[in-house]
């Protein structure tokens, strides 16, 4: 278990890393133009601090997977980080559109491997929570 862990903590700093490109790519800069000055902020805000906390998510797992794994408030801590990738999962179909990815090849694919990638954080978060170092 501690081996995908720290799978998941490598997976977790490359995304957090990832999100460094996301403003030029999505082009917030054209899209948040017609937003008030704060509503503009509060959102970089919330990008920053989504960034940071998955940044985090990979530094512990990494740095701290026997422990998570071993210990009561380790476990604890695991099963909330797989409530968090679990509602995560839970948007990419309930709160995001069809229509941003159905019918066009690249965005489907980006739609199925994140799908994956959400599903493989919460089962590992899970399972560690559940299992702990039985594994």
């Known amino acids: 278990m501690s081996i995908h862990l720290h799978i998941v903590g490598i997976i977790l700093l490359l995304l957090a890393v990832l999100h460094v490109f996301f403003p030029r790519y ?16 509060i959102f ?5 601090f989504i960034s940071l906390t998955v940044g ?3 530094v512990l797992t990494l740095s701290s997977s026997d422990e ?5 408030i380790g476990r604890r801590i695991l ?3 797989g ?5 995560r999962l839970f948007c990419q179909f309930f709160v995001y559109s069809p229509s ?3 019918g066009k090849r690249f965005e489907t694919a980006i739609h199925l491997l994140f799908t994956a990638l959400w599903i493989y954080l919460s089962a590992t978060f899970f399972i560690g929570a559940w299992v702990g170092v039985g594994i």
């Open 26 to 41: 999505f082009g917030w800069r054209e899209e948040l133009a017609p937003l008030s000055l704060l509503t503009r902020q």
């Open 44 to 48: 970089y805000v919330h990008y920053l």
């Open 56 to 58: 985090l998510m990979g």
């Open 68 to 72: 998570l794994l071993a210990t009561p």
């Open 79 to 81: 099963f909330g980080l």
């Open 83 to 87: 409530l968090f990738w679990l509602a």
């Open 100 to 102: 941003l990815w159905r």
